[in-house]
């Protein structure tokens, strides 16, 4: 149909203008991804183990550390210890990329004009089951870990977004207009004031 014929013509315009970009861009993502499963690949199997082992400890508690450390050892003795880190490094990668995209974002949506623009966007991009986001990725990043690093971003930056942007529309008024007052700059306001209140106690 017609529509089918749009969207061919618009991924052959965009794949053979700007072929370069994509390519520069799934190298940098690729490297970056890569650096994690290096730095994954050269922990001792046990330590990792330990180190997730403790950590579920102080964040859930004994039965899920039993349960955590059960879990690790059986994937190590399966033989699939290098394929859990690869999904590790891009699950760790992925998260670094929205953090990284998402705090700015969610940083400008705190302006009633930013809210107004990514709000629909934002809905959006929640509202889409992620394998959705695959079929574009893998047209212009071909298959690998780029692909789908694309698609965990796109899906896991929205809340960063309205998280950020809640917190910082939560900052009193009070204390942002005292410190208007005494004469700081926005990007002092934001830094010293409304960043470290917005964060959680």
């Not at 490297?31 to 990792?48: A, C, E, K, R």
């Not at 891009?90 to 623009?117: D, E, F, M, R, Y």
């Not at 690998?144 to 939560?170: S, W």
Request: net charge positive; aromatic share 12%.
């Amino acid at each position: 149909n017609k529509h089918g014929q749009y969207i061919e013509t618009a991924i052959n315009w965009l794949t053979n203008h700007f072929a370069t970009f994509f390519d520069t861009l799934s190298i940098g993502i690729g490297g970056f991804i890569d650096s994690f499963q290096h730095v994954l690949y050269g922990i001792p199997f046990y330590i990792t183990i330990i180190a997730l082992t403790v950590l579920a400890w102080i964040k859930s508690g004994k039965g899920t550390a039993v349960f955590t450390i059960l879990g690790l050892l059986l994937i190590y003795g399966m033989g699939f210890w290098e394929e859990t880190m690869q999904t590790l490094a891009l699950v760790l990668s992925s998260t670094c990329l929205a953090l990284l995209l998402g705090v700015p974002l969610g940083i400008w949506t705190a302006t009633a004009i930013g809210v107004k623009n990514l709000r629909p966007i934002l809905d959006f991009m929640q509202t889409m089951p992620a394998f959705v986001y695959l079929i574009p990725a893998v047209l212009f990043f071909g298959l690998g870990t780029v692909p789908g690093a694309f698609a965990t971003v796109i899906f896991a930056m929205p809340p960063v977004v309205r998280l950020t942007g809640l917190g910082i529309r939560q900052v009193p008024k009070n204390v942002v207009e005292a410190s208007r007052s005494f004469g700081a700059t926005p990007w002092q306001l934001l830094y010293k004031v409304q960043l470290p209140l917005a964060l959680p106690l």
